[in-house]
């Protein structure tokens, strides 16, 4: 889903059932996502967090994952290279259980790094909605600002911010100026 819509609890709130069942956890994210927490912690824009261990390429978790692990989480999965649907498959035939949480768009509406392949080769994908900050209807894409503005189609895809820089938006009022 679009930011502000609960991905990470969601993800937070999976991991914490998980621990309660006593299945060992490991908990991966891109080195990039230092907000909140910092790198060594998947935080939700409400304040909920857990450990995980920042990483610069999809291989470097199987270099990181413990032999016990039975569940893997990867937040901000779309910042990944496509090695991570590889992965992902690969910790999903060991018997491992492997939840997802990232961006199915980017700020123009389209698809976003490898999060469709992710999506269609998942068991179980669950979209979540944020609320529109302009009409308060359903809110299922990302809107990125500059200086109040709606940023350009040709803007960079990635800039890690929050509330500063993304709100989320309908599809009606999800605006992407091009030339």
């Known amino acids: 889903g679009s930011m502000f819509c609960g991905k990470t609890e969601e993800l937070i709130r999976r991991l914490r059932r998980a621990t309660i069942a006593k299945q060992k956890v490991q908990v991966f994210k891109p080195i990039i996502d230092d907000r909140y927490g910092g790198v060594t912690k998947v935080t ?3 304040g909920s967090e857990f450990d995980a261990i920042p990483v ?7 270099d990181k994952l413990a032999e016990d692990t039975t569940v893997v989480a990867i937040d901000e999965a779309q910042f990944f290279d496509e090695g991570v649907v590889d992965l992902v498959n690969d910790l999903a035939e060991r018997g491992i259980r492997v939840i997802l949480a990232g961006l ?3 700020f123009r509406g389209e698809p976003f790094g490898p999060m469709p392949k992710l999506m269609t080769q998942a068991e179980v994908v669950e979209k979540l909605h944020a609320i529109c900050m ?3 209807d359903l809110g299922s894409r990302t809107q990125r600002l500059v200086n109040g503005a709606p940023a350009h189609y040709n803007d960079p895809i990635v800039i ?9 938006r309908c599809r009606k009022h999800h605006i992407v100026p091009r030339d």
Not at 56 to 62: A, C, F, G, P, Y
Not at 160 to 168: K, P, S
């Open 160 to 168: 890690v911010g929050a509330e500063e820089l993304y709100e989320a």
């Open 104 to 106: 199915d768009m980017d």
């Open 56 to 62: 610069n390429r999809s291989d470097e978790i199987l």
């Open 44 to 46: 939700s824009h409400a």
């Open 134 to 136: 302009v009409c308060g």
